[in-house]
């Protein structure tokens, strides 16, 4: 092991971007998001998704901005620290490290959950604890993340590659059947759909958070900031291609869907009441042995995105303990693949720690997934809101260079980011309605830690500085870029 502080620049572009799309995991989005949303709206899905690429494209404006001058593994946590000062960076970076461990810990349960459900597909009896699959997975995890960063992207690329391809494939069978009038139930391809179709627009509106949390993750990449090639160019790009790309196929794979059901009252019941809609739909359009090969991308999916999210982690928690937050040891690469395997192997114990306390103390994979899901998904917000605060620190500094007009954007972004928090903290039964809580405890103990010690504010100051401005780093020397980052 070795305690060098930097790590090498050897990703490309494609291979950034494979980690923000595992960790959205587009299979597990699709098969279980377009329920909730039918639910709510009836037939207008794709009118959801579409919406909710506005938000989601509006969130992603900042990161895409800030990158372009700044990279790091810190992700938020630099990108604040170094436009809003140093305790704002931390509190960010902090309420991101919750989101990244909360995700490891329901990615975990995820791969269990539709591990049985693949093994009841083909009609095996299942008696494992849901802790032993996850554990299987976690040891899985680490020995692709353990290898050099190429081998995760190059990984999560070929795992969640299938899972798309098998959307695409079942998406277009649905749409050239119901085109050619020869769906299973009479079902027609019905355009309708894009509009409220007997809907209101306070429902289609409340609808988009379903769909914004599809893209959950999309900041991923960023933590690669010090290991990819070019950063200035290549991550804002993978930034922007992860939300485009994905946004297409949400729309195209959730008009699919909703059509494959058929836009009458029973089509949406089928649809809204459907407990994974890719396989159910798998079945009636081309046959059992597509549906199992759908219900295994799901698992391959989960699998993905317990590697994704473990690699942001643990890049996180590297730049956390490197700038003096945590153990040194956590900052400490390794000698052959120059990955934060110390970091990586705390974020996997914490994990599957979790997942081994959940399921002793008797609660079911699904729930564990679904409860730590969104918990990621409240400090996601918080960490999000930060960046864009962020944005908005750069461009009234004039420091970017960017016209003043495009504040309206952060300013949005923001706006939108308090009416999803608040659509998940209100109305919750128990114990959904304790999570916001859960969630502003963790946030909150990051902005005492960092108050309560004004060393470890200068500290990070001094670091970011140091890593965003020196020759050969990650960013550029920007005129008044120190100042702001050792503000105290």
Known sequence: MTGEPRLPRKLRLWEVLALSVGLMGPTLAMALNGAGVSATVGKAVPLVFVLGLIGVALVAYGFVRLTRHFNHAGSVYALAGVTLGPRAGFFGGFALLGTYLFFAVCTLAATAVFAEAFAAALGLSWNVPWFAVAAVTAAAVWMVNSRESRVTARTLLVVEGVGILGMLVLSLIIVARTGTGSAPAGQTLDLSVFGLGGTTVSAVTTATVFAFLSWAGFEACASLGEETADPHRNVPRALAGSVL????????????????????????????????????????????????????????????????????????????????????????????????????????IIAA????????????????????????????LVAYAVAGAGVIAFITSGRGRIPRHEIVIPVLAIAYLCFVFYNQSMGQASPLSYFPWVAAAWCLAGLVAVLAAPKLARRIGERLTAELTQPGGSAPEVPGAHEKATQI
């Open 353 to 380: 720690a979790g997942d081994m306390i959940l399921d002793l103390t008797g609660v079911s994979a699904f729930d564990a997934y679904y409860w730590f899901a969104t918990l990621g998904v409240l400090c996601l």
């Open 245 to 348: 790309l994905t946004g297409g196929l949400y729309v195209f794979v959730m008009f699919a869907q909703t059509i494959g059901f058929g836009t009458d009252d029973k089509g949406v019941a089928a649809f809204s009441g459907s407990a994974s809609s890719l396989s159910a739909l798998a079945q009636a359009y081309v046959g059992t042995w597509f549906s199992l090969v759908i219900a295994f991308t799901a698992v391959a999916s989960a699998f993905a995105a317990s590697i994704s999210s473990t690699a942001a982690a643990s890049r996180l928690m590297f730049a956390l303990a490197r700038d003096g937050f945590g153990p040194q040891i956590l900052a400490r690469t390794d000698r052959r693949t120059a990955t934060p395997t110390v970091a990586l192997v705390a974020a996997l």
